[in-house]
């Protein structure tokens, strides 16, 4: 390690025992204290002084500069030769038919059957796709022959005991008493809004409605349904119900098509069910949908951004399709809206089916509980009056009155409630949430009421564990009380016994976050005790941040929790917070679109020519913010995906193509390039999908020993999330898989499906020929899999710009900085949070997201050489003695030898010219020419370790 390398080390160490720059000895002299101020010592002369200013000027030089560039001299020689017999990527052959103003920055394309895929992207348009989509024959051509064979078909089912027994079944729900009205409506009109309640049968009854009709009226081959649904499990589980439901195998009539599974079902007389997400990939080939009949869209209050996508695209679509049939159908609270976007289509209204719910405030809940909120803090005195903070509170404390004081009015002219009870009300701190008040009305429940489960809505997994701990104690002995956690984060290995009933005489206590609020019902429940507050994840435009903070429900959510404990017998909902609160509620989520960054809508709109992204849209029903378009669009750009007109570039393209946020997808692009396949697709998997590692509550800190374990000592969280799967896939050979999963706090469904995305990877790439094998584990896909710099390199590339500079180590983790937000945190979840040093003061993330503070999630930590190779571009200026290599948006520099820089940009640009030429004319590398020359220099140079300084 160099002199200056360490001295920048022993510098950040200072500087993290100390929380500053440089440390002030308590016992400096005047001389010393005056430097530390900037003034020059007393009692220099001549020569002293300008000597002193010389040395300053240095040290500020040394203290600007964050790190010095040192390559081995053998690295250097080696690019430095391979660089000198370069082949160069710069032939041009001009391309046809292009557009002015754009033809010269694609004239790279050799690769004819790529340029044609390209330009018809870039230079279609959605009007001219659907115009060509009409004139292709669909595959629902009327064919007499077929009708009455499926007619007859479905004559003889009906005669069947087993499908006897279901139609009776079927015939008790809500929706069966609007079956003809139903069939009516969509007979005379395009477009249907179905609103309902739950438990009222429209998802599983509705498509069946209207194939049987078809089939029965003789219209089976022209006759195919898709119906959408939000989340994968709810895909298969509908369509294996339905299935049941008309007495056949899964596959006949009834099928579904996920991402990575499906079921193949006749093209003609079925129905499909599909995630929002298949149904968008079914239009990038059918635009105009010419291979169904009718499309119906469930669950679109939810608001997902691909189900608004598709809503909005439909309204193209059906000027064209007259015939095309779509049903919306969705909850009671927003189904006015739909129907308005839609030209005032019809709507129908299905009653549901659930028991009576007798609600509580929490005015009642303080009248049947013994309990006083803590006194609010008093106000600040003098100057700090006028501290921003101070004017936040005050202002929340007024509207907090403020609407309060008509309701307290109401309520002390009632005489329902005692003094003490509205006294409580006016505490400012009544608001906030308390464990204490949540367990003392358990303990009530526990008391006094009849048997039955008791479900707890709480914002996060550290309120679960703060509760559950409360309640690990002697009140709650384990032969009367069974208490369940209930996260995403947590195991799902025990997660069965939570809809069972407990043994009589045992009560059944869930303490769950919103996850119990749709995804699951437990049969059991009676008792519901709202907390009011949900964990709700958003973008902040203004800051360019994603945040999830605790915030108040929607009149939706409280109406889902409330329903909750109504679905065997009559319940009780207790809401931890007022009435006079409960009417300040929005009345459902705000939208995905409005809460998340673009970038693949961005990109999905250009796949299926749009337009102008912000003039599209303007067009949805809810229009997101311009900045945050322009915040999506700026990203694509630095990633290369979109020129400076907004149109794809040929790496733009293949992102575009890929199932993956566009970072990741840069990440599997240049994981095939530099054949580290098997490694990189499973960090890409992990980020795309879903960490595979759970966390028990208590064992925290086991968790995340385990983890560390699995990095290798590599600082990073990326690439303990690609050993785990590799450790998953070795074992599963091997037969201990599920001891491998257990020892390691591993889900094995999720290691299994990121397994599997590594497959779904590899025939994309396979597709786009930037590979040979579609099998990732492939020899000649993974030569470089073993280069641990390389992958966190190639990480690094894929998620640049997310930079950090590690600033100071504290007892409950790492302070770090970056120059959108200053401090930031290394999140507790994350194997680098419980660090007391580093090799290097650079970080990398995939998720920067604000809560009780703003962490950075899934970090790694990269050197100096990986940061030059990931940066899209660089400068080199010359500062006196040194050499500045400037290229990241900090303001920190690189400091090298006038040879090296010169060497690194050359590299650089050897290496975004092989980019261009790879992305333009997709093809494997050719480890043994120029190429592989190339790529190995560059492997080389982010191989260096400090050592070698």
Not at 421 to 441: A, G, K, T, Y
Not at 814 to 837: A, F, L, M, Q
């Amino acid at each position: 390690m160099s002199q200056r390398y360490r001295g920048s080390r022993n510098m950040l160490q200072s500087f993290s025992r100390h929380g500053r720059d440089e440390q002030t000895p308590s016992s400096a002299s005047g001389r010393g204290r005056a430097y530390l101020h900037g003034r020059r010592p007393p009692g220099l002369t001549g020569k002293e002084i300008g000597m002193y200013y010389k040395n300053k000027s240095i040290e500020k030089q040394k203290r600007n500069a964050s790190e010095e560039l040192r390559i081995s001299a053998k690295v250097e020689q080696n690019i430095k030769s391979m660089l000198k017999n370069a082949k160069s990527f710069e032939n041009v052959i001009p391309c046809e038919n292009m557009k002015s103003g754009h033809g010269s920055q694609h004239s790279q394309i050799f690769d004819n059957q790529f340029k044609k895929k390209f330009f018809d992207i870039i230079y279609g348009d959605i009007q001219d796709n659907l115009d060509k989509a009409m004139t292709v024959q669909s595959k629902l051509q009327r064919n007499s022959n077929l009708d009455t064979m499926l007619q007859n078909e479905y004559r003889q089912k009906q005669s069947q005991d087993a499908y006897k027994n279901m139609l009776k079944f079927r015939s008790k729900l809500p929706v069966h008493k609007k079956k003809s009205e139903i069939l009516q409506l969509i007979e005379d009109h395009q477009v249907v809004v179905i609103s309902g309640e739950t438990g009222c049968g429209k998802t599983t009854q509705i498509a069946q409605f209207i194939l049987d009709d078809e089939l029965e009226a003789g219209n089976g081959s022209v006759t195919r349904i898709v119906c959408t649904q939000p989340r994968r499990i709810s895909a298969i589980s509908v369509a294996e119900r339905v299935a049941v439901e008309r007495a056949e195998d899964l596959g006949t009539s009834v099928g579904y098509q996920i991402r990575l599974e499906k079921t193949p079902i006749r093209t003609q007389g079925s129905v499909m069910f599909c995630t929002t997400g298949i149904l968008l990939q079914i239009m990038k080939q059918d635009p105009a949908l010419k291979n169904f009949s009718h499309v119906i869209l469930d669950e679109i209050h939810e608001r997902t951004t691909e189900c608004d996508f598709i809503i909005t695209l439909l309204k193209q679509v059906i000027p064209k399709r007259k015939d095309l049939k779509i049903l919306l159908m969705s909850a009671t609270l927003n189904a006015e809206r739909f129907s308005t976007y839609y030209n005032n289509c019809p709507m129908i209204h299905i009653p549901g089916f659930t028991y009576p719910v007798e609600e509580f405030y929490l005015e009642d809940v303080l009248s049947l509980v013994d309990f006083e909120f803590p006194a609010p803090p008093p106000e600040p005195k003098g100057y700090r009056k006028h501290l921003k903070r101070y004017k936040d509170q005050q202002q929340k404390k007024n509207e907090f009155q403020n609407m309060l004081d008509s309701h307290i009015r109401q309520l002390a002219a009632d005489t329902k409630y005692k003094m003490h009870v509205i006294n409580q009300l006016r505490n400012p701190l009544s608001e906030d949430l308390s464990l204490e008040l949540i367990e003392s009305l358990v303990r009530y429940i526990c008391n006094v009421k009849n048997p039955g489960a008791i479900l707890i809505f709480l914002p996060g997994m550290m309120d679960i564990s703060n509760l559950h701990k409360m309640m690990s104690s002697d009140r709650y002995p384990s032969n009367k009380y069974v208490i369940y956690p209930l996260h995403s984060r947590m195991p799902t290995v025990d997660q069965k016994l939570i809809f069972k009933e407990p043994p009589n005489g045992v009560r059944k206590i869930i303490i769950a976050t919103s996850i119990a609020e749709t995804s699951i019902t437990i049969e059991d429940v009676v008792y519901v005790i709202d907390c009011g507050k949900t964990k709700f994840g958003k973008f902040d435009v203004k800051n360019n941040i994603q945040t999830l903070e605790p915030e108040w429900v929607t009149l939706a959510n409280a109406k889902q929790r409330r329903g909750r404990a109504g679905r065997v017998k009559s319940g009780e909902c207790y809401h931890m917070y007022t009435k006079a609160r409960e009417m300040t509620f929005d009345q459902y989520p705000l939208p995905e679109m409005l809460r998340t960054r673009l970038e693949e809508v961005i990109l999905q709109i250009k796949t299926l020519q749009l337009g102008k992204v912000k003039e599209f849209l303007a067009t949805v029903m809810d229009p997101p913010d311009l900045k945050a378009i322009e915040l999506s669009l700026e990203l694509l750009q630095t990633l290369n995906a979109l020129d400076k007109y907004e149109n794809l570039t040929p790496l733009g393209y293949h992102l575009a193509h890929l199932p993956l946020d566009p970072r990741t997808g840069k990440m599997i692009l240049w994981g095939a390039l530099f054949s580290c396949v098997e490694p990189i697709f499973a960090i890409a998997a992990s980020l795309t999908f879903k960490d595979a590692f759970y966390c028990p509550l208590g064992q925290e800190e086991e968790v995340r020993k385990r983890k560390s374990e699995l990095s290798m000592a590599q600082y990073s969280d990326h690439i303990a999330l690609a050993e785990a799967l590799r450790r998953y896939e070795t074992t599963r050979q091997r037969g201990s898989v599920r001891q491998f999963c257990r020892d390691y706090y591993l889900s094995f469904n999720t290691l299994k499906l990121l397994s599997e995305m590594k497959v779904q990877f590899a025939q994309y790439l396979y597709e786009m020929k930037f590979l040979d094998s579609e099998n990732p584990k492939h020899v000649n896909s993974n030569r470089n899999s073993n280069n641990i710099a390389l992958i966190k390199a190639i990480v690094c590339a894929g998620l640049y710009p997310n930079i950090a500079v590690v600033r100071r180590f504290l007892k409950n983790g790492v302070g770090c900085w970056t120059p959108e937000d200053g401090e930031v945190r290394i999140h507790p979840s994350s194997i680098n949070n419980k660090v007391d040093s580093f090799p290097s003061r650079y970080l990398t993330y995939f998720t920067k997201q604000r809560s009780t503070a703003i962490y950075l999630h899934d970090t790694t930590c990269v050197s100096v050489p990986m940061l030059l190779f990931a940066g899209p571009n660089i400068s080199i200026v010359r500062e006196k003695n040194w050499y500045v290599i400037n290229n990241f948006k900090f303001a920190e520099s690189i400091i090298c030898k006038q040879e090296t820089a010169e060497m690194i940009k050359e590299l650089q640009r050897a290496f975004n010219s092989l980019l261009e030429h790879k992305v333009t004319n997709p093809a494997t590398v050719s480890w043994s020419s120029y190429e592989g020359q190339l790529l190995n220099g560059i492997i080389e140079l982010v191989s260096q370790t400090d050592d070698k300084y």
